[in-house]
């Protein structure tokens, strides 16, 4: 059962624009969904995060749109550079017993941006 | 300051041979757990250690892994009697709370 789907699986954009990363959660009972972006050869980096209590958060070009609803979140990078080609992960988790945040991924994304 | 450090980076082993990753948390972080990232099921939970205990080993994939803490602080992944399908990136990551800084990763090859 996968219980976090991240669409679509790689996104080519130019320079400058706004690629769209989605995903899509089962369990209402998550309340942290971080981003990670991750470089080949390299561990995740954790990039943005947010609760569900609110609707969107920004830190820098990143933003993170929530809605709780429809039990979606996306990611968009504005002003899209070549450096930011890798790898995004979304994912979710929930304290279940003991201060365990054990995250749950999806499949990532493969981001590419032309110059 | 000095983030999660893991040892080695690459490791060739030979079916059947037992392997030791090694996890060093960022200094302070109570919380460590360990991922498995391979092309065909992603990045998947293994293990979560508080302190010195592990109270959640729900991602082990059999009785041929098994990890420990010590002193709150490093902590060793084993994989006994190695087979081709455990060959995948092993992550570490620690934590003080929700979010979870991971380390570089340990490549294990099984041949």
């Known amino acids: 059962q996968q219980q976090v789907k991240q669409s679509p699986q790689s996104l080519i954009v130019q320079k400058g624009g706004i690629p769209i990363i989605n995903c899509a959660y089962e369990n209402t009972a998550f309340d942290y969904f971080p981003w990670y972006q991750q470089f080949p050869g390299k561990g995740p980096a954790l990039l943005i995060a947010?609760?569900?209590?609110?609707s969107e958060k920004k830190e820098g070009r990143f933003t993170i749109s929530f809605n709780k609803s429809a039990k979606q979140f996306s990611l968009h990078i504005m002003d899209s550079q070549p450096g930011d080609s890798a790898t995004y992960f979304c994912?979710?988790?929930?304290?279940?017993?003991?201060?365990?945040?054990?995250?749950?991924f999806g499949k990532g994304t493969l981001l590419t941006v032309n110059p | 300051g000095a983030g999660v450090s893991q040892s080695p980076s690459n490791k060739v082993t030979e079916k059947g041979k037992d392997v030791e990753l090694r996890c060093d948390p960022i200094s302070g972080h109570t919380a460590l757990y360990w991922y498995r990232q391979s092309l065909g099921q992603g990045l998947e939970f293994l293990i979560y250690f508080q302190g010195n205990s592990a109270p959640d080993k729900s991602g082990l994939p059999s009785d041929r892994f098994s990890a420990e803490r010590t002193g709150g602080s490093v902590s060793t992944l084993t994989i006994q009697r190695t087979q081709q399908e455990d060959s995948a990136v092993y992550l570490c990551?620690?934590?003080?709370?929700?979010?979870?800084?991971f380390g570089p990763g340990t490549r294990l090859t099984v041949l």
């Open positions: 947010i609760r569900p209590d609110v």
């Open positions: 990551a620690s934590s003080s709370g929700p979010k979870q800084y």
């Open positions: 994912a979710a988790s929930m304290e279940s017993g003991g201060s365990n945040y054990k995250l749950t």
